[in-house]
């Protein structure tokens, strides 16, 4: 059965109780600590020489596919009526959106220690520990626009750029590649302060506290935000049906990206499936 992504901001009261009970009763088991772990297993980046595959890299896109598949797959077993609903940013874009609610993502952290107060998700009601994290953190933190050095979220305009891009991906393959899909909604720019982020990129900063960096994934509005990523790459593959996954060939030996990124039916670890194999994905879920 095909199954539907729904935009967070229609889900009703019920359905957004059963998304985070679902979540809450992987974070109990341990099993949404795992999801941490191999997020921040493969969270490397452009001067690592080992195999690249989540980030500033071609796979970037159908890596992400694959993590969103696996952690849905486990919701799905604690509810088979939940799905990841995903998050338009271009469209609700301040702290008031109701994303941020009490009875669904919680608020923005306090001033201070930028530990979020409200909310399932909240230290302080007791169901939220930071296990896995790249600092010593046990509470989820936020910092809404970043005050220190104000930033916004993306605009319908910016992410028109993204979209107006007709290949897949270009040379080197990283976060450095001036052409292509992949590198315009990762957001990898060579501009210096704010405006080095991009879309995606500047949705993990607008947000802040842990959703900077490889325990972005202990927030879990990683799940949302990443669920528009790939409905928007979905969008993108429909608009540019002969479009497909680049580099279709691995790079040759002498090159610079050897080894280090997948091509599109080499293996995405740490799972057994490659860009081609999840380039279609109507079979299983579909976006509203
Ligand atoms: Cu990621
Ligand atoms: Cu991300």
Redesign the pocket.
């Known amino acids: 059965m095909v199954y539907t992504r729904k935009n967070q901001r229609d889900l009703s009261a019920a359905e957004r109780k059963r998304f985070v009970a679902a979540v809450l009763a992987l974070k109990r088991a341990g099993r949404y600590d795992d999801f941490v772990r191999t997020?921040i297993e493969h969270?490397r980046s452009d001067g690592d020489r080992r195999l690249r595959v989540?980030?500033m890299a071609p796979s970037f896109l159908p890596w992400?596919r694959q993590y969103l598949l696996e952690f849905e797959r486990a919701l799905r077993e604690v509810d088979p009526g939940v799905t990841v609903p995903y998050w338009d940013w271009t469209r609700d874009n301040t702290p008031a959106a109701s994303l941020w609610s009490e009875d669904f993502m919680g608020g923005n952290g306090r001033r201070g220690d930028l530990q979020v107060m409200t909310g399932p998700f909240a230290y302080v009601n007791g169901h939220w520990t930071i296990e896995v994290g790249v600092t010593d953190h046990r509470f989820l933190t936020r910092d809404f626009g970043n005050p220190a050095r104000p930033i916004e979220l993306p605009t319908k305009g910016e992410l028109a750029r993204a979209m107006d891009e007709t290949v897949y991906d270009s040379a080197p393959w990283n976060s450095t590649s001036r052409t292509g899909f992949r590198n315009a909604l990762e957001g990898w720019t060579s501009e210096r302060g704010n405006g080095r982020w991009r879309n995606h990129n500047r949705v993990h900063r607008w947000v802040g506290g842990l959703m900077l960096g490889g325990g972005?994934v202990n927030d879990p509005v990683f799940w949302l935000h990443?669920a528009f990523v790939d409905l928007l790459w979905s969008r993108w593959q429909s608009r540019n049906p002969r479009a497909g996954y680049l580099p279709a060939t691995p790079p040759r030996r002498g090159s610079d990206q050897h080894r280090r990124i997948v091509a599109r039916d080499e293996r995405m670890p740490p799972w057994d499936v490659t860009p081609a194999a999840v380039a279609a994905h109507h079979r299983v879920y579909r976006y509203a």
């Open positions: 997020h969270y989540a980030h992400h972005s990443h």
